[in-house]
Structures are given as structure tokens and as C-alpha cells.
């Protein structure tokens, strides 16, 4: 099989062709200024405010309630850093508190290290072995401390796919009068999500996760919740984030979340057969190894493993010599040897950690692709074991 394999999917994905499509005459032909008054530049206007209804739509939002981003990284250093700084505005400079989980993405945990020495308080909550957080203990420690502004937990891991308990998160948080955030990036475009339902205050997500282009997401902060602006300048974006707007990168993630929506029942069941299908494989005929994350509460297309005696970044470099692409760990942290920060958190021994393998699948994915990607796997376990 000489094609690439691609099972990486939650580093990325293709951009769709009809997504291309659809962005390509924002590029060359309505290239006008959405800040301008002439017809011209009314064009990329709509487009916009077209994506934003189709966007709100999704997630049972209002079209005013979503504010585009450059993706999943600006959503979140948004959402923390501005509900830390709107707490201490009205709160007469008290330093607030944020609630969050060891497993977070680093999009937040480096916000809320950036955010601790200037003063804020940051608290972690205990996970499970799965990953998800132990809700008796958000009650509490939101009781206890008294000072907390906001409470942001994943919607879905990028490790390891547990999916977090989010109706019951926000029906705590709202009911404590603590703000609710949420990082989606994973889970937007692949589960069905209600912000009203689920109490959710605000939820980010990035395009590129589910079919649009890189470098564009959304912020999605609920009418009642009074967020400063992110970025000073202009008054894009209701003077709260300022900049012209990517209008093609807007058109495009419009689009993908339009068809995300409209086939991901299909998709995921499709997906999650083979996502099954691979994990019993590897399970039945691979020994010492194990999977990780919650089976229950699990992404679709999510299958993370660690292979006992074996280093998951040497085994993603050997399946790539076999054309198959796969993540040990999280994307962002490749290139680090350190043990996983979520597989530390969830409790995984490091001779263990140091064997994590991520395959995460996406529609496009057959049956046969995964009979070759099973049969290599066991090859270079078996020869990176020496056995
Ligand atoms: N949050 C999660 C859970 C992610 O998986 C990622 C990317 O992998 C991000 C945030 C960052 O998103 P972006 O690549 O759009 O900046």
C-alpha cells in the first residue's frame, strides 16, 4: 500500500472540497473589505454574518452570541484571561480563582500559568482514571473558595477522548454562580451540542478539527455573560475583538460546520465501527498494552494506547516509515519525551506513559486501511521489543 494513511485526525484535518469551494471567491473575486460601505465590500459582509447564523445554529446559540477567533488557542486565551480580568474589574481588584482540570489542553493550562503570575488563583480538580472530573468535588472546592470566576473544563480530551460530564457541570456552575466555560475544539463538529441545554457559558472551537481551514475558530460567549473586548482596535466583531476578519477562513468554517452537522450521524457511526474494530484488534493480538480514556464517555473516532517497553514517538516514526500517520500524545507536545501530562494525571505509570499512541479516525478511513495499519502495528511493536 503505497498511500498515506492519515489517522491523526484529531491534529487535523483535510480541509472538505466543498469548503475550498466555497472559500474560493472570497479570495479572488469579493475580496472587499467587510468595514467598508460600498456594495462591494457588503458582499464578504454577509458571507460573514452568514457563517455566524449557520455556526449559532449548531450549538442552539443566538447569531450575536459567536465571535470569531484565529482558532481554538485565541478562543481560550480569551475566555480565561478576560473573565479573570472582568471578575477583577467588578470585584474591586480582588484576585479571582480559576477551576479547571490537570487534562486540559495546554491552550489553557499555559493561560492559566500565564494568569497565576499575575496574581489569579488556579485550582485543579481531581480526574478519575478515565479523565473525567470527580463532580462532588467542583461543589465544594466552588463552595470552599469563594473567589471563583470561572470554571473551565473540557468538552473532550485530545489525548485520550474521554468526554467530560458537561450538562452536569454547567447545571453546578450556574446554580453556584460561576461562569462555565468550555474548550470544544475536539468535540465541535463530531457530538451534538447544546449551550442552552447544557448551561454552558462559553465554548470555544477551531475550524480546522472538523473540516475547515487552520487558523479560524469561534468564541461563543452567552449574551448575559459580560466579557471584556480581546483585541483593541477597530470595531469588528462588536468592538470585542478587533482586526479585519478572515473572511475566506470565516466562509469556510461556516461551511464545514454546516456539513459536519448534516453528516455526523452517519460519520460517526461509521467511524466508531472502525474505531472499534481497530481497538479490539490491537487488544486481542498485541500483548501488554492497554487503552486509555473512559470506554463509555469516549470521541467516536478516539482509539490512544500505550504499549508497554516501547516509546510512542519511536513507534509513530517507524508507522510513518510504513506510511501511517499517527500522534504519540498530543500533537502540540510532539517533539517533547516527557510523559504526558494527561497520562500522568489519569494515574498511567511512566513506563507505560512513554509507550502512548494515538490513532484517531475520520470518515474517510476504510476497513482495509485499518487491516494494514493493525498488521504494522504489530510488526513494530514486536521489533522495537526485540521479540
Ligand atoms: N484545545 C484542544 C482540546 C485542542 O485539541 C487544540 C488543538 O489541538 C486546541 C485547543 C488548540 O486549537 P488551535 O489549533 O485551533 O489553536
Known sequence: MSKMIYLDHAATTRTLPEVTKAMEPYLDIYYGNPSTIYE???????????ARETIARTIHARPEEIFFTSGGTESDNWALKEAVSHYERTHEKEKGCILTTPVEHHAILNSCQELE?????????KVDQTGRVILKEVEQTITERKNVCLLSVMYANN???????IDELGSLARKLGVIFHTDAVQAYGHLPIHVGRDRIDMLSASAHKFGGPKGVGFLYIRSKINLPAFIHGGAQESNRRAGTENVPGIVG??????????????ENRKVRYLRD??????????????????RKFRLFNNASFCFKGITGEAAAILLDTQGICVSSGSACSTGSLEDSHVLT???IDSQWAQGAVRFTLGAENTREEIEYVVDKVKMVVADMRGS
Open 117 to 125: 503570575q499575575m496574581g489569579c488563583g488556579i485550582s485543579f480538580l
Open 159 to 165: 489525548e485520550i477522548g474521554t468526554i467530560e460530564p
Open 277 to 294: 474494530y481497530l481497538a479490539y484488534r490491537i487488544l486481542q493480538e498485541i500483548p501488554d498494552v492497554i487503552m486509555t480514556g473512559n
Open 345 to 347: 494525571a489519569i494515574g
Open 40 to 50: 462591494f465590500g457588503e458582499k464578504s459582509r454577509d458571507a460573514i454574518e452568514h
Open 253 to 266: 468554517m461556516g461551511k464545514a460546520a454546516e456539513l459536519a452537522h448534516k453528516r455526523m450521524r452517519m
